[in-house]
């Protein structure tokens, strides 16, 4: 079963799709969301990379996101970020 | 009656008074569909943000520790109008639809017993209520081209409201825009920026009781709430910049047709007098010919 991630900025919904696995880099410490993960709401570090695993064991697409805040509910994961950089 | 040179002169520099006003509309029609995009582009990021801060601020008990963006504080004496027009006109009834949802706003509040005080964004709503209001605008800022106002811009602002907020120049804000419906219709809208207005009316869906937070709720709110207000100011810049531009559509419509309409009027008038010329020149000549 997929995990339905969403990315948010004021300016535009950035992406809105399934994926494996997505690491979050939490104030408190980076934590992994795969699906069936318990409801946790979560700011997020300044500057930090989020780590997407499109599917189990492929190479994490990484990108950097200030001012972000993380939710996770039965629906899926959904990240509001103010600014999203694509990593090099 | 007016020369026929001067009816000709009159009809071309109508002409050119429609020439513009098209080339207007057809300009506000393709900036307007950027700005309706970019208004919804901004939607699900607002609506989400608030859904959680109500959610959370559900949870949270009120007390003398709270963020003072959600508990207030503790007064309801001064009122603060944000209002957000734009800086150019020719816009139809744009500008003055919302002053006058200002106007309306500050004398009820008035009328209540309390002190109004405005912050107006965009020149021509400054402009408009600083001929009755001249002494409560306490800042005013300019923000050029709605199409083109980023997030950062607006953070700003934010920061700055949030700031003389929590210095307690206000006890309450009101936001004021001009809510894009359709092309035709743009509604004027008031909203409660601060403190952050919580439906308690249990519409807020439920996250479940057990949801952890990372930090402690305190702390999320604390972070979201000034992002909210933020938010919330570049939403309502978003669906003005969309009103902005189906309203100045309507408006430079309208103009080229009555510019039509005139020319239609002009061109009669000044195929008659032509008429009229030629009769009075050919009796002439007749009475001449006769005459011999």
Redesign the interface.
């Known amino acids: 079963m997929p995990l339905h991630f969403e990315l948010?900025?004021?300016?535009?919904?950035c992406r809105s799709d399934d994926v494996y696995m997505v690491v979050v880099p939490?104030?408190?410490g980076d934590f992994g969301v795969l699906e069936g993960h318990?409801?946790?709401?979560?700011?997020l570090r300044n500057d930090a990379t989020l780590d997407i695993y499109a599917t189990q064991g492929a190479t994490p697409e990484k990108l950097t996101i200030a001012?972000g805040?993380a939710?996770v509910?039965e629906k899926g994961l959904?990240i509001?970020a103010?600014?999203v950089v694509e990593a090099v | 009656m007016a020369s026929l040179k001067a009816l000709k002169m009159r009809i071309n520099s109508v002409k050119s008074t429609q020439k513009i006003t098209k080339a207007m509309k057809m300009v506000a029609a393709a900036k307007l569909r950027r700005a309706t995009e970019a208004a919804q582009a901004s939607r699900p990021y607002a609506e989400r943000l608030e859904a959680v801060v109500s959610s959370i601020a559900s949870k949270v008990t009120v007390g003398p520790q709270s963020p003072r963006l959600l508990a207030g504080t503790g007064k309801d004496d001064v009122h603060l109008l944000v209002v957000a027009t734009s800086d150019k006109g020719l816009a139809g009834a744009f500008n003055t639809n919302i002053v006058r949802l200002a106007r309306k706003k500050a004398e009820e509040l008035r009328a209540a017993g309390k002190t109004v005080k405005f912050y107006t964004i965009g020149k021509k709503g400054k402009d408009q209520l600083a001929r009755t209001f001249r002494n409560d605008i306490i800042h005013s800022i300019e923000p050029g081209d709605l199409g083109k106002l980023s997030f950062t811009d607006v953070q700003g602002w934010g920061e700055d409201l949030t700031a003389r907020f929590e210095a307690g120049e206000f006890d309450v804000a009101h936001l004021l825009f001009s809510k894009f419906v359709t092309v035709l219709t743009q509604e004027p809208t008031a909203i409660q920026l601060m403190p952050v207005a919580v439906a308690t009316d249990g519409s807020v869906p439920s996250v479940g009781a057990s949801v952890e937070y990372e930090p402690d709720e305190e702390e999320i709110l604390a972070d979201l709430l000034p992002r909210n207000v933020s938010v919330q100011l570049l939403r309502a810049n978003r669906e003005n910049a969309a009103s902005e531009q189906g309203s100045k559509m309507t408006a430079m419509d309208n103009a080229t047709r009555n510019a039509g309409d005139m020319i239609n009027k002009l061109t009669i008038q000044y195929n008659r007098t032509r008429q009229a010329a030629i009769t009075t020149e050919l009796i002439e000549i007749i009475a001449g010919a006769e005459a011999l």
């Open positions: 948010v900025t004021p300016e535009k919904l939490g104030s408190e318990s409801p946790i709401m979560s700011t001012g805040f939710e509910n959904t509001l103010e600014q």
